[in-house]
């Protein structure tokens, strides 16, 4: 491809593509906060009902002198399926009756009970304030509480749906400025073909230390608001530096910005020490290098096209299936630590680091498995790890929340393929519009992981199956996919079906070529 060498000349990996990754990393590590925080701001504190004896200084003045806290939360609360206080139910009047030894605790009947009608009393040590606690999202309105995650996450499924196309139509890094959430697919075009795992995988390790930062952030901040105050606030450094960011030279050449392109280009030049490279370049040598991409007639940038041309049509959906079930796995796990463990903060850092390690050995592999494979793998991992978590009892919480840590690993894992594989598989002129899309399809399954987690009511394994089973199968979908390692991004259709052509030409022959070694 053209652009491949234009960009070899002004630096492919150079200090130019080291300051682009680093200020998109950063925005990535707190946007990942902002994804997570509900684990902390809505984090779901002990309580139980609020009963008189107990919390109205008046009715404890009346109970006998010798009667403790457990004594009258005895008399006043039944006990819950977890054999500790009731969440949900207290009694209607005291049940002194419980105080002798010879009656257990568990003798009540639910006539003798109501529900919380005074409201309830939150445990405070680990968090001074959450908005379940703030807005009783407990007990009949526990539902609220997954649904305030999936309308945040139906607020980014729009942004996905309207900056994919955008972007393709407007230009990276306008959409860029005001949204941040194309940023990935950026880095891929300006780095050359060797380099692009690295910067892929690099981007991707910005959402893993954003899980370490959002730890870390949450055990200093333990009140929702101050909390979502400090991981908000430095949107706005983004916002002011991402006008130092440069467009996409590869975009502005395709679409017919060759002046734009030229500055831009001599631009990255001048970073990477290559001035006297840069001043070389001109419109007619844009030109020149360009003559084949530019002389091709251009579909437009549409979800229609990405269904009608022939060769993408497969490529989408089962590419969209895959980032669905990137989303609805993850966001069903991971926006729900207080199911994995007791010490949230800690198991949040440890899912982080990890998802680290898993990335690092991902950038290993990439490049010598290949797209595909490693992509199903993760995948269909990450499923069986949390299918073996319904044969898991619960009371072997460690090895439950190592086999949903494994789980989460290869989810990350599998986002780190699906980013670079999606890239890859699609032209630069309908590149954004294919990632706009398989981010639509994260995101609804996003709304829909959470969501899924009140059928636990009908069944507690009935969730771990659907997220495990959609793991799966988009892991096996993966398959129907062709293999991208080691070529380069093509720019046109016509760039993609020449690659596909050549690639199944030279399978055939290598398969004449073993048929006929055998006889």
Known sequence: MAFSELLDR??????????QMVALVVPIMWLTTQNLVENFSAAVPSHRCWVPLLDNGTAQASTPGTLGPEALLTVSIPRGPNHGPHQC???RHPQWQLL????TATNWSEAATEPCVDGWVYDLSTFTSTIVAEWDLVCDSQALRPIAQSIYLAGILVGAAVCGQASDRLGRRLVLTWSYLQMAVWVMEWTSAQARVLAMTLNAMGFSFGQVLMAAVAYGL????????VISAPFFLCFVYSWW?????????????????????????????KRATGDALTIEVLLSAMQEELSVSQAPASLGTLLRTPGLGLRTCVSALCWFGFGFTFYGLALDLQALGSNVFLLQVFIGVVDILVKISILLLLNRVGRRPMQAVSLMLTGLCILANMLVPHEMGTLRSALAVLGLAGVGAAFTCIIIYTGELFPTVLRMTAVGLGQMAARGGAILGPMVRLLAVQSPSLPLLLYGAASVLSGLATFLLPETQGLPLPDTIQDMQ???VKKATHSTRRHSVLKSTRF
């Open 245 to 273: 960011l440069a467009e996409s030279a590869r975009w502005l050449l395709i679409t017919g910005r060759l002046q734009w392109g030229l500055r831009e280009l001599q631009r990255v030049a001048a970073i990477n020490g």
């Open 100 to 103: 002798d030894p010879n009656i």
């Open 89 to 91: 139910r207290r009694f």
């Open 222 to 229: 333990r009140d929702w608001v101050l909390l979502q105050l």
């Open 10 to 19: 002004v630096g492919a990996l150079g200090r130019f593509q080291v300051l």
């Open 498 to 500: 020449r690659q596909a």
